[in-house]
């Protein structure tokens, strides 16, 4: 991605202003006027007729390409075999309208390319067939019955899908258009394709008019059948928003989040907001994911047919940076981190993660380890890019893409905290200290969770809800979403006085974010993050300091977590650890209910079941637990005052909607000013098959606080041989250069920088 | 195997007449005279002189001898490398002394088959130097202080380990025996393996001279020992048991089981009973693991020195066909199905299975599918069976290893019982009506487990230990195997007025079995087996009939699960559904409770949460679950007096011993004679990768009882198309050839044989 960083700014500026102006001038008609488009060839969105021509060249040499192309080819042959079936709309998400028109977008789309590629017309004419009863029925078509949606399709319950609809059937006209007769074409714009475009546009500006991944889609697609159409009314719109729409500000959507409180809008608005200048996206990687593929396409196809928008370059390049960013947030196995509402198990073998690597591998600096990721997906797009990645694989280019510890800035200026992921070895800790996240953001500031080898060691939920199952509420979000998955008490952070982050209140928590603390990864053996809260509660602050140590004492790096909590009051903090697998050890006596109760009302708390409770007999908490093979350890400094809980989701769940998993949780009552050290150690493994138990208990053998001021907290970890470490953070001053000088114990310690270890 | 079943029975015959010859003659003198012993060749248990030719000979052309043998010496080298270990011993299995002795033994092992195949003297004077440790240790070794077991050993806490230690070192100093100087074999003969021998059996009768794969291990450890030692009394002991020992026939083991209650003994003995002559082990499959190493390795040897013996013929070739049936009792991903005490987990990845595959592979008819089983298995032993392996896949003779529906009898002679396992493509249903097991055994009758592709669809739960974890009550059975693992409640069969088969005593249970009334796979598409039991519940019959049927208007084959239930007296019957995954659908609307408390006190209720209840709203009940993508329906026949229970297992469970797993649980009060009438359907398929629910809902519309007499019962199917099925299963008579009239609603069917499906 350097080439965009590095590209000469006076080009950029000038572009930049290009838009802006277009922008300024768009209030009373189309700003690029017709002449000013490129001579209007087919196809040309994100196959074009060179890349067809190339593609044809190299058929049969290009192995990923040429199996992807058979894998499609059968698909969409056997769809054809079936007939075309474009009933009338009538289902939410999973019922059969609802995936027959969900199908018919990608068959269309993927015979487009066929055509082209193989120069078949049976594929085009089936294109053309189809697109011609979508005409006929849509012409008349009423808005969706289905009335949950705050802006209900035509095709589909929500715009949203109706957008998706456009976006890959723009592909597939443009497939198809020099195939069509000049009337043919007239029908399918007028009866079709423009009023489709207008009404998820003006007719929906609720839906359209916003920075918001729905009005992504909406952007591209009315922006994709513009370049199609060669309508520069459309692209206007799709760039910049509908002209003079005025939105009701404090209005929100299905989820509870604003549907347009600052009044941005267009595809350039929904690239400058939610995208922060290291390609993170607010809203977090599920939604990126989802988002992607909008983003990219129309951004190819601007590329393709506007090539002096440069769009590849717009904000420094952070479209290209955003797909790194994205497979940075990926675990071992390609799933992404469920951050906010996210779905578990999707993960870059998602189509839309196929655009994104092959658009990128393209479009950016051929990045080698690019085709690393291409060659697990084991398919590539069927177009120009999917041919660049097609014949690197080829030539022997691929490299491993290397996923190394990462801070990426939240934020459309990146200043408003930001997502770190800490990684040695197999361990991998994500840690959250970001902004709200819009309508899909979690209330759980300083949250973490940690993985081994792809398996989550200490989870976070997720979502609740089961995409597209129609059983469970229709697909949609589901209301534990909301009660459960997103209270703080669902994450690996503190909760105080049992209330969420925010109070749980989307208005309050989207006005803060978190502060970076400090971020380092200079060190190979040790890399820490910290970051600060001071919103969460109001007059409290937490500083949470995490560190993944490689030591060499110790089989795998372990995770120490520093949670410093300042109150100006006595509170109650809640400090809970969602591990799964099975209770092996501890070393405190716990008690056992016979009945099994809520363990409070509201916030989250109703949905726990108290399992157990003990107080702590040592210095140290000690508990491990066993999971998928391997064995881990939880060491924490104990306070005599604390309570253990051991708790599982599944309270006042009338549908078994959640999954009954299970947490420890520390409680520290009636205190003000306090700080949870812990360290999480993954150990050893044991084998059904082998039957052996290899380094199955904790190498700790006290872990102890040994200074904790304003300025610095310091902690020992003494293993079982009786080695002692040192870790001292640096509470106040984060700089890299400064030097600090400790007395601990009558001993003097000298550093520089944010961080000691020794 | 087939080799063996067609040899000519008169050699068979004098063979085993010398055998019992022998066995008469034992009572005062060693019965083998020394003359009689083959000269006195060494190696030549399970490596041979002629095969250590072979395989040097062959070494860098046979890949997979090639590469186990380069793992092997990497460890061994490693291990060496480290030096040798000693402790005195001291703990109980999954702590120091009992991994480190395990460690030598393996070592051992392999350390002496190194030294024969790459004759380097450094792996020798390993072995050497290990064994006068040993030797040094021994002499003055007191029994170990662990006192929990009923037969405790002195390098481990029971004997049964001290044999295992036997077994793998009787190889280790065959390999390195003409190495050794007649001295210093004196010195081990007399000071460690003749003591010791002596120790394991008649130091320890109630451990040695017993049916059980405790003595199994006791015996070939002193008949290895004995062949390598060219010593006819140990032989003797090993195959017919201790002479006149006198056990007191009331006394049980540590699990419960009877010592000696029949007086029988010896490796003879240990195969004769437990294998039914289909090779079915009575304990059941994961107790067949264990005792299939030490069953192969003293026939391997005693085949080897002494061939006179043919002990693979032994009782019709059962120690082969054992191998067969184990394989057969693994699910397609190779794992054993949990059968009583079974953890789940162990498959034919272990290395007694690679012992097991190779030795059937050598001397039985080379049956080339189980050399697919090795190529996944991906080792082979290093010694002559493992090279005949190696050639067989370099010579490329490996065919699939087709796992069919089978009927595997239990019972000496094949007349208790048994176990069935029907299977249509992903599907499998492992059907148990079997006798006790022995000491390992559950009380589930006529229980089932159902799984799609390796996966568990419905559960048996296996065991409740986690055998070598220290942590959890020292690796072995848990309280919770008794009071949950073994009950009737945890198992997929019915349980009569909250009590278990046979009041959950062995005693009683041991004297009985379930009846096979026909097993039937003829039909490609519908194979069924039906099976009665009447002692489980006296004045109760119970006749289950399950069938999987490969219908063509349903996307998988189904189970058909008849379960009809004829008593004297009114009575309460559960009968629950073990699955796993999210709750999807239900047609009946259940109430959660607030507080979760335990279902019953005793016989496993204790141990069961009350998550939910219902009752049944039509005259189906369907439910439906997700589980790893996959989706589930139950449909059952439903009385509307029924009462529906979602339960959770963990109740009772101070220790957190027990999974939190869940059930559907019918429950049907106040009832006589009745018949449970189900289907499970696996259809479908989810992906959180392209979020597409894919057939998600049953195809059942209605499932039916047409007819339900003692004579007949017959269940029509009702798809969602409308489509009829009618089934009808003959409860009394059992023939292939009978005649069966049936008149139901007007119209007559008839056909021949046990069921009729159209």
């Not at 195939?179 to 839906?207: C, G």
Request: overall charge neutral; hydrophobic content about 35%; proline content about 3%.
């Amino acid at each position: 991605m350097s080439i965009f960083k590095y590209r000469v700014q006076a080009i950029f500026i000038s572009i930049l202003f290009t838009l802006i102006s277009c922008s300024k001038e768009k209030t009373s008609s189309p700003t690029l006027s017709s002449s000013e488009i490129s001579n209007n060839q087919h196809p040309s969105l994100i196959i074009t007729k060179a890349g067809v021509e190339k593609i044809r060249a190299n058929l049969g040499s290009i192995p990923i390409f040429d199996e992807t192309l058979e894998k499609v080819k059968a698909e969409i042959d056997a769809e054809i075999a079936l007939g075309i079936e474009v009933p009338i709309p009538k289902d939410y998400s999973g019922g059969y309208t609802h995936s027959r028109h969900k199908r018919n977008w990608q068959t269309l789309q993927k015979a487009g390319v066929l055509y082209q590629i193989l120069d078949d017309e049976k594929y085009a004419k089936y294109v053309k067939d189809m697109l011609m009863e979508y005409e006929e029925m849509y012409k008349t078509l009423p808005v969706h019955p289905k009335t949950r949606s705050y802006a209900r399709g035509k095709l589909f319950w929500q715009c949203l899908n109706d957008s998706n609809w456009l976006v890959y059937v723009s592909q597939a006209y443009d497939c198809i258009y020099n195939y069509l007769s000049k009337e043919e074409r007239n029908k399918l714009e007028t009866n079709l394709f423009r009023p489709f475009a207008d009404y998820i546009s003006v007719e929906n500006p609720q839906f359209y008019n916003r920075v918001h991944n729905h009005s992504t889609w909406g952007n591209a697609a009315v922006g994709m059948i513009g370049l199609v159409m060669n309508d520069s009314v459309l692209i206007d719109r799709a760039l910049f928003g509908i002209k003079g729409a005025e939105l009701d500000k404090t209005a929100k959507d299905n989820d509870g989040g604003f549907i347009n409180k600052d009044g941005k809008a267009g595809f350039l608005a929904n690239i400058e907001e939610p995208f922060s200048p290291d390609g993170y996206y607010n809203e977090g990687p599920y939604y990126q994911r989802y988002a992607m593929y909008p983003f990219l396409v129309f951004a190819e196809g601007l590329n393709n047919v506007k090539p002096e928008y440069k769009i590849f370059d717009y904000k420094e390049g952070v479209l290209l940076k955003s797909i790194n960013a994205l497979l940075n947030l990926t675990d071992a196995d390609g799933d992404f981190f469920p951050l906010n509402d996210g779905q578990k198990g999707m993960s870059y073998y998602t189509s839309a993660l196929v655009t994104a690597v092959d658009i990128s591998y393209k479009y950016g600096n051929k990045d080698p380890g690019l085709l690393s990721i291409a060659k697990e997906q084991n398919r590539v797009l069927l177009d120009d890019s999917g041919l660049a990645v097609a014949l690197g694989i080829k030539n022997g280019e691929t490299k491993p893409f290397n996923k190394k510890s990462i801070n990426l800035a939240d934020g459309p200026k990146g200043t408003q905290g930001g997502v770190s992921i800490l990684r040695n070895e197999d361990i991998e800790l994500v840690f959250k200290y970001a902004a709200q996240g819009s309508s899909h953001g979690h209330y759980d500031k300083l949250s973490y969770s940690l993985y081994e080898k792809g398996e989550e060691v200490l989870q976070d939920y997720g979502l609740a809800r089961f995409v597209n199952i129609e059983q469970k509420g229709g697909g949609n979000y589901l209301k534990e979403n909301k009660t459960w998955a997103k209270q703080t008490i669902a994450h690996n952070t503190v909760t105080q006085n049992e209330t969420s982050h925010f109070e749980g209140k989307y208005e309050i928590g989207s006005k803060h974010h978190s502060i970076l603390h400090y971020f380092s990864s200079e060190n190979e053996n040790v890399h820490v993050v910290s970051a600060k809260e001071d919103n969460a509660y109001p007059g409290t602050e937490m500083l949470r300091t995490m560190a993944i140590i490689k030591d060499e004492d110790f089989e795998k790096p372990y995770l120490l977590d520093i949670m410093k909590i300042t109150s100006s009051k006595a509170n109650q903090y809640d400090f809970p650890f969602y591990f799964f697998g099975q209770v092996l050890a501890a070393n405190f006596e716990y008690n056992t209910p016979k009945t099994l109760k809520a363990l409070g009302s509201k916030n989250g708390y109703q949905h726990l079941y108290l399992e157990g409770s003990a107080k702590p007999k040592n210095n140290n908490t000690k508990f491990s637990w066993l999971n998928k093979g391997k064995f881990y350890s939880l060491t924490s400094v104990a306070n005599t005052n604390d309570e253990i809980l051991f708790t599982r989701i599944g309270a006042n769940d009338p549908d078994f909607n959640l999954r009954r998993e299970a947490a420890l949780m520390l409680r520290r009552k009636n205190t003000k000013n306090t700080t949870f050290v812990s360290i999480i150690e993954a150990h050893g493994n044991y084998s059904p098959v082998t039957e052996s138990a290899v380094n199955s208990n904790s190498s700790i053998k006290e872990l102890k606080v040994v200074i904790d001021t304003i300025d610095y907290t310091a902690v020992t970890i003494t293993n079982e041989d009786g080695k002692t470490k040192l870790f001292i953070t640096s509470n106040i001053n984060a700089s890299k250069d400064a030097e600090h000088i400790l007395k601990i114990n009558d001993t003097n310690y000298q550093w520089t920088g944010t961080y000691y270890f020794k």
